[in-house]
Nanobody, 123 residues
């Protein structure tokens, strides 16, 4: 199984980025997908999750209304559109796949992880 995240970069506060994650080696439509992030010196935290079909999503309170998660099961991809970025959003962002029964916010509940992509927001 491979999850390949891309799209990170350096952006000014108030700007936007779109992260993508391409999955291979798994039946993508059978997995719930999530995005997590880890800032320097902090624990990894849940950002957003999406159900098999994309019909249900879940967001961390800190990003709700600014970030949008989506998926394309035909292309085995999951994306995270990030608007109105803040310096506090600076972190390495990871995509993850969960074969379990709900949109968990716990990283221990996810089965597969991508390598991460750096997002840096300057003030």
């Amino acid at each position: 199984v491979q999850l390949q995240a891309s799209g990170g970069g350096l952006v000014q506060a108030g700007g936007s980025l779109r992260l993508s994650c391409a999955a291979s080696g798994l039946t993508f439509s059978s997995y719930r997908m999530g995005w997590f992030r880890q800032a320097p010196g902090k624990e990894r935290e849940f950002v957003a999750g999406i159900s098999y079909s994309g019909g249900t999503t879940r967001y961390a309170r800190s990003v709700r209304g600014r970030f949008t998660i989506s998926r394309n099961n035909a292309k085995n991809t999951v994306s995270l559109r990030m608007n109105r970025l803040e310096p506090e959003d600076t972190a390495v962002y990871y995509c993850a796949a969960r074969g379990g029964p709900d949109l968990s916010t716990r990283d221990a509940d996810y089965d597969y992880w991508g390598q991460g992509t750096q997002v840096t927001v300057s003030s």
